[in-house]
């Protein structure tokens, strides 16, 4: 009979089970720092795309990855009107600002997309605005000249006929002083500015504009088609995972016991119905019954989870306890609590359970990831919730874009190290358990 | 100081009866296949009748497979009684349920033959002692500590409050027996019933126990039934002492009595397989009987020790049982055709 | 009679490695068992008999020590003889065990028969139908009726199982039989006609008997000579008639005090206080803090002094330096 107490200190001894403490640790500290730098409702929010990624680049890798093979790939580069020098020219009627946008241009590699985003400020008359682009060498080249709107997003790289003007796409063109017509033109590194000429018909018309130059990489996880930055997703699937995973494990193990101990006092036929609608849920494949409520009904997380523990707790978890406890039924301090006085359900949740709770510690710490990968697969199957951003998601969306064949390892492999970080972590510290609760498995 | 109250008055009308009147029990246990085939039926007790006066200490004597254990269950509201009376104090206790069982429990402490397994091992034992006081609503808890505490003296465990939170597994079969009977006098019983209570003890310990016990009887005026198959330990112990075989009473008498003066053969049996330590046992064999313990599916008819009695009479021990006649308490009898 | 010395024992030492240090079961013990003789070694729960048992069949657990000492059996040493031939010559083949509760440990799967004809197929390299005529023959000596060879243990009832485990201790016909608890969980009756049985072997073949038990009535019942175990040492050994009629150490006398009787006026009185812990024993004598005539000497341990003609105690008060304080 181990104590609690002594138990855990004795987890001590196996390195194993620290080291999927530690795993474990780091997933819960990784969790709690996901929930409060991005509430639930913001991570929501973000999710869903949109304007927020707008200065992120598309499917762009990991950062480091690239520093470690050496690269020197292109980060996003942001420069704000707000922040550059801006000179006036008053032109009677009019006005004519020059707003000078810098950038530093250090990398090998070139940029993945240029936007310019405009906002105009004006009552009634539109601005006019001329862009043009200076390079290093004092190169002029003119990009454009328009009205602008409110609101304007100007897609530099995917402007035709700059293309065509500059003989290669204008995000390379831009950035080299190769002649048109050269293959692997290489970067001219150095500070590059976009001048923006704006004329303003009205006293408080005003232009913001933002130069975004998007790099090939970003951040530590990278970003996905829709420009969402993957750490959000990583990150905020740890919790949801963790969460999913626990509560699954806890609600079924410990309502599987509880059910199985009265199955147990009662005898009789409270116990041949339990058995028997064990025995027909055993069989009943849990996974396409999934697939089948989130195909016909709803994939939210909630109902899933509530699916999942009441299917799994008519398990073979049943059988076991119930062989477990029916020897303790017969043990002579539970006579002793009946001749005392004590009823059936104080029996039960009293003397029966906590005997067996030990042995159930390690089934319910091998079982999280059971459940963690459970709801990754549902996810995967493209019937994970559909507001939360969750490991099984990213995957989905890496499956459903065909990131392998477009060569996005990233956007597989994080996600997939994460599931298989959780396991690990997990089934050490369960096996250990094992070993410790269990002591006839102790030479092992 | 005495921590029990004896129980009230009686709720029948003679103020002379007995605190536990047993008669014609019964307790038949029926066996199944299956869940519902029937294939047989244990009379594990098989027209019992005794009385036990409050402050009273009995002995039951009887091997395994005798059926003391059933008597016991059945006294103590565990088992339903097939047929027969068994009253405490006036109340049926084969008819009892839910809160009046319940009652009924608190008035009856019972101290078991394994004292390891009568407590939980996951609990300490301030714990284990605190279960009967919960469940029978003694509040507060500084109330219930003291009753803990002043128990835990009593049995001689001290100090309580370091024993008091050690776990089973940490005491002697003997400390961990004390427990038990603390915990049996928890709730101010009138009566208890101890079932082997020192048979899986040591011998060198089983002495203190048994003094716990007497001592522990004598100062609250229990009555107490002591079940045991050892006839060496009842002397000093009780006041009568009762053989049980095959499921009945075969002799009742007071101790001395019954050791001195055995009137059933079975008892003779038993007093002559037993002996006190002397060397010169080693050089003789022991007489006993041939044959084995009764069956209680199939007992024999009539006289159930008849096929293992070297005093048995064809055509009369065979066929019809002896009457039980053991109202009111006789002074010694025994259910035997040779003694009518 | 007793004939010529059989087992000897001396300065017998048995240590267990636990987290807490070595516990030393046994410590120190000198024992003798001559042919045709019943020695009864008794004792409390925890005084180290159970390990003295395990010991002269070297059926140790493995985090037991080595035991140190000497082991002779016929003046030949058997403790230091190698696990192999002390298993095809010693095992089972002169000193057979019949182990605590061992009629709960028969095998349910397999007819008793055949388990009680085991060692000799195994000990014996005997084939199959001499083996099973020689397993009946044991269940005669015992007292089993022969068809219930062809049973399954849970058929017979406990005095009976616990026959057909004598009957394997019996079947290889051995010199010596340890008896560790034989009748602890029996009933009375089949207490009585199990200790009948070892009374008649022990008459008809000559077999030692070594009888390690807590039960001081049931021990008188075939002990020739005792040997009173506490604390890992022996106190005491002595013929029956003097260790049951006039023991000499303070505790023997206590212990008999403390039998309940049939037969006796005076109610039997405990002994109180408890056996010292072996993993860290006293220094003096084991038993001064419970002993009722325990004086300054005590605190040195006293050596097993000679009392009378094969009769030794362990205690200062029977030195020839003058005991008493």
């Not at chain 1, 130069?211 to 996880?221: C, E, K, P, R, T």
Request: hydrophobic share 40%; proline share 7%; glycine share 8%.
């Amino acid at each position: 009979m181990i104590r609690w107490r002594d138990g855990l200190t004795q987890v001590r001894r196996y390195p194993s089970a620290v080291a999927g403490l530690l795993i474990i640790a780091m997933l819960i500290a990784t969790a709690i720092y996901a929930v409060t730098a991005i509430p639930y409702s913001e991570a929501q929010k973000l999710w869903r795309g949109g304007d927020a990624w707008q200065d992120l680049p598309v499917n762009a890798s990991p950062a480091w990855t690239d520093r470690l093979l050496g690269g020197d790939a292109p980060r996003t580069i942001t420069v704000s009107s707000e922040d550059a020098p801006t000179e006036r020219q008053d032109l009677g009627a009019a006005r004519l600002e020059t707003t000078t946008l810098e950038v530093d241009f250090p990398y090998d590699g070139f940029p993945s997309e240029i936007n310019l985003f405009l906002e105009a400020e004006f009552e009634q008359g539109q601005p006019f605005t001329r862009v043009h682009w200076r390079t290093p060498d004092g190169e002029e080249i003119p990009i454009d000249a328009r009205r602008v709107g409110e609101r304007e997003r100007f897609s530099i790289s995917q402007d035709r006929q700059l293309e065509s003007r500059l003989g290669r796409a204008p995000q390379v063109g831009l950035f080299t002083d190769a002649e048109p017509g050269t293959p692997d033109p290489t970067v001219r590194t150095g500070t590059y500015e976009l001048v923006i000429e704006t004329v303003h018909f009205e006293e408080s018309a005003r232009l913001h504009a933002e130069l975004v130059v998007y790099g090939q990489v970003h951040g530590a996880f990278g970003t996905d088609h829709q420009r969402r930055d993957l750490a959000v997703a990583l990150l905020w699937g740890t919790p949801v995972a963790l969460a999913f995973g626990l509560l699954a494990a806890v609600g079924t193990t410990v309502t599987t016991l509880i059910i199985a101990a009265t199955g147990v006092w009662y005898g009789g036929w409270v116990d041949a119905t339990i058995q028997r609608l064990t025995e027909v849920n055993i069989i009943l494949p849990l996974l396409p019954i999934l697939v089948m409520i989130g195909t016909l009904y709803s994939t939210s997380i909630w109902l899933m989870l509530g699916v999942v523990v009441v299917l799994g707790i008519f398990s073979a978890g049943i059988k076991m306890y119930r062989s477990m406890l029916l020897p303790i039924r017969e043990a002579p301090y539970i006579e002793a609590a009946r001749a005392y006085g004590a009823g059936g359900g104080r029996i039960i949740l009293r003397y029966m359970v906590p005997r067996i709770l030990p042995v159930l510690i390690p089934t319910f710490v091998t079982l999280i990831p059971t459940y963690v990968f459970l709801e990754a697969s549902l996810a995967v199957l493209g019937l994970g919730d559909p507001v939360l951003p969750t490991w099984g998601k990213v995957l989905h969306d890496a499956q459903a874009q065909s990131a392998l064949y477009h060569g996005f390892y990233y956007w597989v492999l994080s996600p997939a190290a994460l599931l298989m970080l959780t396991g690990l972590g997990f089934a050490m510290l369960g096996f250990a358990l094992d070993r410790i609760f269990n002591p006839r498995l102790r030479n092992l | 100081m005495s921590l029990h109250s004896p129980i009230a008055a009686h709720t029948t009308g003679s103020t002379d009866e007995a605190l536990l009147c047993v008669d014609g029990l019964h307790t038949h246990f029926e066996l199944r296949q299956w869940g519902f085939l029937r294939t047989g039926t244990v009379r594990a007790v098989d027209g019992v009748a005794f009385s036990l006066d409050a402050g009273e200490a009995i002995a039951v004597v009887g091997e395994s497979g005798c059926g003391k254990s059933s008597l016991a269950r059945t006294l103590l509201g565990l088992h339903r009684p097939t047929a027969g009376s068994a009253r405490f104090a006036g109340t049926e206790v084969g008819e009892l349920n839910g809160a009046a069982l319940k009652t009924y429990r608190a008035q009856v402490g019972y101290v078991q033959q394994d004292p390891y397994g009568a407590l939980p091992p996951f609990m300490e034992v301030q714990r284990i002692l605190a279960e009967p006081l919960i469940i029978h609503g003694v509040r507060p808890r500084a109330e219930r500590w003291r009753r803990i505490e002043a128990a835990l003296e009593e049995v001689g465990l001290s100090p309580a409050a370091e024993v008091a939170g050690k776990f089973p597994h940490q005491l002697s079969g003997g400390q961990q027996q004390r427990v038990v009977i603390a915990r049996a006098l928890l709730l101010r019983p009138a009566m208890i019933i101890a079932d082997e209570p020192v048979s899986m003890l040591d011998a060198s310990v089983r002495v203190e126990i048994l003094n716990l016990l007497h001592r522990v009887q004598q100062e609250h005026d229990l009555a107490l039934l002591y079940i045991t198959h050892d006839l060496s330990t009842v002397r000093h112990y009780v006041d009568r002492a009762m053989v049980m075989y095959g499921g009945r009473i075969v002799e009742q008498a007071p101790v001395d009595a019954l050791l001195q003066r055995p009137q059933h053969p079975y008892t003779e049996a038993l007093l002559s397989a037993l002996g006190d330590p002397d060397a010169a046992n080693a050089g003789r064999p022991r007489p006993v009987p041939g044959g084995e313990a009764p069956s209680l599916i199939q007992p024999p008819t009539g006289c159930r020790y008849h096929p293992r009695c070297p005093h048995a009479m064809a055509g009369r021990c065979e066929l019809d049982p002896p009457p039980p006649d053991f109202r009111p308490r006789p002074e010694h009898r025994a259910a035997c055709w040779l003694r009518e | 009679m007793a004939g010529a010395p059989l087992l000897e024992i001396e300065n017998l030492r048995l240590g267990y490695a636990t987290e807490r240090g070595t516990l030393w079961a046994v410590d120190g013990v000198n024992l003798e068992v001559r042919r045709n003789e019943a020695l009864a070694v008794l004792g409390e729960s925890g005084c180290g008999k159970s390990s003295l048992a395990r010991t002269l069949l070297r059926t140790l657990p493995r985090n037991a020590h080595a035991p140190s000492g000497q082991m002779r059996l016929d003046g030949r040493d058997v403790l230091g003889l190698p696990e192999e031939r002390f298993r095809r010559e010693v095992r089972w083949v002169r000193i057979a065990l019949v182990m605590q509760a061992a009629m709960n440990a028969l095998n349910p799967v397999v007819r008793v028969g055949e388990q009680v004809a085991e060692p000799l197929r195994v000990h014996h390299r005997l084939g199959r139908r001499e083996a099973h005529r020689r397993a009946g023959a044991a269940f005669e000596e015992v007292g089993i009726a022969t068809d219930f060879l062809r049973r399954y243990p849970h058929e017979l009832s406990g005095g009976m199982r616990q026959r057909a485990v004598l009957a394997m201790a019996l079947v290889t016909e051995p010199d010596l039989v340890v008896l560790d608890e034989p009748t602890s969980a029996l009933d009375v009756l089949t207490q009585a006609s199990i200790m009948n049985v070892l009374k008649r072997i022990k008459a008809q073949r000559g077999v030692s008997f070594v009888l390690i038990t807590h039960d001081i009535a049931t021990s008188s019942e075939l002990a020739d000579r005792v040997a009173l175990m506490y604390a890992g040492q022996v106190v005491e050994t002595a013929s029956a008639e003097a260790f049951f009629g006039h023991p000499a150490h303070p505790y023997s006398r206590l212990l008999m005090d403390s039998v309940p009787r049939l037969h006796q006026e005076q109610p039997p009185r405990a002994i109180p206080g408890r056996p010292p812990s072996l993993l860290e024993p006293p220094t003096g004598c084991r038993f001064a803090e419970r002993c009722p005539k325990a004086y300054e000497r005590c605190s040195e341990p006293p050596p097993e002094v000679a009392y009378d003609t094969r009769h030794r105690v362990r205690c200062w008060l029977h030195h020839r330096s003058g005991g008493g304080p």
